[in-house]
């Protein structure tokens, strides 16, 4: 109901996070990339088989001195999986406990998505993505959320050696996008869906320029065959991007939206680590994905703030230059000094750089159970809990409820699915 809304701007206002001055509208007005890296954890980024990197390019990209790179950045999916990392990183809600909020939701809601936001403010908007329409209910999500376009398999050349897996293979896909990408009117905010790096990790032998691992676990060795793809992939889109003179006037963000390897793949995921075993601690922090944002100019790094995919969007919105003050966002910037560095997972769960609380268990920054809390670390725990629980609850009631019917944010037009349409009208 409408006063559910209350509660949840009255969650919102005291927890809102200023900008950051040094970074508040330095990409104002560019172009934007999204770059969904499928399945690709943060344990990748400068990983080395056999001494060799298994992703050179995105190392490369991630250590660039315009590039604002997160090493503690944690995906935060459920059930829902891509789709769940797809709303969070666009609307700044969160998931469902169980299903995914994208198919059950995505068609009916009311939403005020970066897409509508965006295109708002003269941006065109359009989606990439080399499987068909209907996977996690895209096709009528993206029209709740604001997509001028959406370019989904049956925009792309079909050939029979051409798809793997879900789809499109990784380097197709990003060559055969430029046609669409290069008739976007700019500004243009475009989000690129990588897929080939999905389990089962398989890929065809011409493509195969790395060696599997060798943990014995057939599951978990082609992993980093399918993620050196990946990197390849998005070195020859890169490439391309400089060519046409895309890449300086720009903003490039890349995200990894899941693990690849579940938990449980015990045993690989330690040799892997190269440790004897891995803790429920081990396991919690292998649940870190990259997020980077290149922009020409700004001052990269990697930054070591906590945070997950609920605070991409206040954060690439700071840098475009755009308040997040008056939307519903249940993530903040992560580069405000006001950002709170308890990360849920959806769960419950959550890691912070003081205490991680897995199930029962409190750990603390070392990793180490905390058998005897003091009063004064049980109060702070129960604190972040509840934070946590609160937030998780609060955008579902969001979600669930449809609320964001009851509220548009001010010099926001409501979205008007009908407005929109994907069908390729081939000529
Ligand atoms: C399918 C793709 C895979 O289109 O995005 O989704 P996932 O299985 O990773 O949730
Ligand atoms: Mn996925």
Known sequence: SSSDMKSVLAYLKKNQAGDN????????????????????????????????????NLNKFYHNKNTLSFDNFYHQVAQGKTS?????????????????????????????????????????????????????????????????????????????DYNIGYGLKDKIFFKDSVKYLEQLPQPFYAKLITLTNHYPYTLDKQNQSIDKTTTGDSTVDGYVQTAHYLDQAFAEFLTYLKKAGLYKNSMIVLYGDHYGISNNHRAAIAQLLGKKSVTTYDLAQFQKVPFMIHAPGIKGGVNHTYGGEIDALPTMFDLLGIKNKGYIQFGTDLLSKDHNQTVAFRNGDFVSPTYTKIGSTVYNSKGEKLENMTAAQKKTVKQMQNHVTTELSLSDRVIQGDLLRFYTPKGFKKVNKSDYSYKLTKT
């Open 84 to 160: 769940d990392a797809e709303m969070m990183m666009e609307n700044s809600l969160f998931g469902l406990p169980t299903g995914s909020a994208m198919t059950q939701y995505g068609t009916s809601n009311t939403f005020q998505a970066a897409p509508a936001i965006l295109s708002q403010k003269g941006y065109t908007t359009a989606a990439f993505h080399g499987d068909v329409a209907s996977f996690w209910n895209r096709d009528n999500a993206y029209k709740s959320w604001g997509y001028n376009y959406f370019f989904y398999s049956a925009y792309y050349k079909e050939k029979s």
């Open 21 to 56: 001055v040094k970074y508040f509208g330095k990409a104002k007005g560019k172009n934007v990339f999204v770059i969904h890296l499928e399945s690709f954890q943060q344990f990748l980024i400068d990983y080395k088989v056999d001494g060799k990197e298994v992703t050179p």
